[in-house]
């Protein structure tokens, strides 16, 4: 059943090649987060013009690149040399 409205089975159709995904694999998680942290990390996420989710990613994978943790392939479009703005100098 479809809302009055709404978009149809045309809208969404996927002209992309079969087997091709444009944006890396990502897997769902569910969070527990204290209200006051996440607060935070939203306004920080905000004043970086990212979205919450990839701010959440970005602390991480800094955290994990600091503690020398990280994968040794960066995501794709990052260098593992790509300088934070915020720290370094």
Not at 21 to 29: A, H, N, V, Y
Not at 44 to 58: G, K, M, T, V
Not at 61 to 69: M, N, P, S, T
Request: aromatic share 4%.
């Amino acid at each position: 059943m479809r809302r009055e409205g709404g978009p149809t089975n045309l809208e969404h159709r996927d002209d992309s090649p079969v087997g091709i995904s444009i944006l890396p694999e990502r897997k769902p998680f569910l969070l527990r987060i204290d209200p006051g942290v996440l607060e935070g990390v939203q306004r920080w996420a905000n004043d970086d013009l990212r979205s919450l989710n990839a701010q959440i990613e970005y602390l991480l994978r800094e955290a994990l690149r600091r503690a020398g943790r990280a994968s040794r392939t960066p995501p794709d479009g990052e260098t593992p040399t790509d300088p934070d703005p915020l720290t370094d100098t």
